[in-house]
Nanobody, 121 residues
Framework: QVQLVESGGGLVQAGGSLRLSCRASARTSAMGWFRQAPGKEREHVAAINWTGGSTDYADSVKGRFTISRDNAKNTMYLQMNVLKPEDTAVYYC?????????????????WGQGTQVTVSS
């Protein structure tokens, strides 16, 4: 069983930046970031394969967010720049048992507890 712990959330003004981290208790394969705003479904934000050589981003965050990982530290990151009020949500990290990038939450086996990101206008 892999445990995931997110950190780095907080309150920031529009146009600002935050960096989320997700530390895994053991080695993982493909990983991803998802977010869920009140009253909305959980949605894909970004995903990365085992090597970090393949990534995928939701259209809404392309050019603003960057996903990366440091396998030596069992840690994944999400650098979020030019934040907008519509980015406000609980952000979750997830890991799956295969190496291939995936965008559907149903394809992930392990989840963190989530970290709140609030962007004020």
């Amino acid at each position: 069983q892999v445990q995931l712990v997110e950190s780095g959330g907080g309150l920031v003004q529009a146009g600002g930046s935050l960096r989320l981290s997700c530390r895994a208790s053991a080695r993982t394969s493909a990983m991803g970031w998802f977010r869920q705003a009140p009253g909305k479904e959980r949605e894909h934000v970004a995903a990365i394969n085992w090597t970090g050589g393949s990534t995928d981003y939701a259209d809404s965050v392309k050019g603003r967010f960057t996903i990366s990982r440091d396998n030596a530290k069992n840690t994944m990151y999400l650098q979020m720049n030019v934040l907008k009020p519509e980015d406000t949500a609980v952000y979750y990290c997830a890991a799956r048992s295969t190496k291939i990038v995936a965008t559907s939450p149903a394809l992930y086996n392990y989840w963190g507890q989530g970290t709140q990101v609030t962007v004020s206008s």
